[in-house]
């Protein structure tokens, strides 16, 4: 079965300053990989996705994320973070059986 | 054009109660999912219903059923309701089954 990890609970970052989120996942073929985030109390919203072709994808918000095959690996990118930005992400796989599976998320702080 | 769309906001229900979930997904989608969602966790996949069948299902007990609508909207039902099912429910819908993309979500909370 898939699973992801997201080893970083909570990060805080400077306004203005870039972001990197780690998310790796476990599953023996190439995932469907997906970043979504989420405000205090609400759903979660599709940030980017990878299914095939280039490594790098680029989503909404200024993020993009790079697939890397070899480190089982899905890092989320900002190279500049804005207040809103905020929120927790979530770092999720899809693996041929329709059910997507989480990470535990990470908290992102934004400081003025 | 709408998105995913989830009844009620916040719910609080008693212990050994039932509970009744609605979703109705974004236009043209005709895949929903349902998902848990407990405090400081990931979303975990309760189901999935395709074509009002139930295409898959993940590791949740059977007081855990669903039905879905000829248009295409979903119910998530939970019977004997523990203090463990306090959570927030997700809803999401899909073209593909994979490419989901979520409602706001129904606030459950057991006492």
């Known amino acids: 079965a898939q699973s992801v990890t997201q080893p970083d609970i909570h990060i805080t970052v400077s306004e203005g300053a870039s972001l990197e989120l780690r998310c790796n996942y476990s599953?023996?073929?190439?995932?469907?990989l997906f970043w979504y985030v989420q405000s205090p109390g609400q759903g979660l919203q599709l940030l980017l996705k990878?299914?095939?072709?280039?490594?790098l994808v680029q989503g909404i918000k200024g993020f993009e994320a790079e697939f890397k095959r070899s480190q089982s690996s899905f890092n989320l990118r900002k190279p500049s973070v804005h207040w809103s930005d905020a929120a927790e992400y979530f770092c999720?796989?899809?693996?041929?059986?329709?059910?997507?599976?989480f990470g535990a998320g990470t908290t992102v702080t934004v400081r003025a | 054009d709408a998105g995913v769309t989830q009844s009620p906001t916040h719910l609080i229900k008693t212990r050994g109660q039932q509970v009744t979930l609605r979703c109705s997904p974004k236009?043209?989608?005709?895949?929903v999912s349902w998902y848990q969602q407990a405090l400081g966790q990931g979303p975990q996949f309760i189901f999935q219903?395709?074509?009002?069948?139930?295409?898959q299902r993940g590791n949740f007990p059977d007081r855990f059923s669903g039905h879905q609508f000829p248009n295409y909207s979903s119910e998530l039902n939970v019977n004997a309701l523990l203090l463990g099912d306090s959570a927030l429910y997700l809803c999401?819908?899909?073209?593909?089954?994979?490419?989901?993309?979520f409602g706001p979500g129904t606030r459950l909370t057991v006492t």
């Open positions: 999401a819908s899909s073209l593909t089954g994979y490419e989901q993309y």
């Open positions: 599953y023996g073929a190439t995932p469907y």
């Open positions: 990878y299914f095939s072709g280039d490594t």
């Open positions: 999720a796989v899809g693996a041929g059986d329709y059910k997507l599976s």
């Open positions: 236009s043209g989608h005709d895949t």
């Open positions: 219903y395709y074509e009002e069948e139930e295409r």
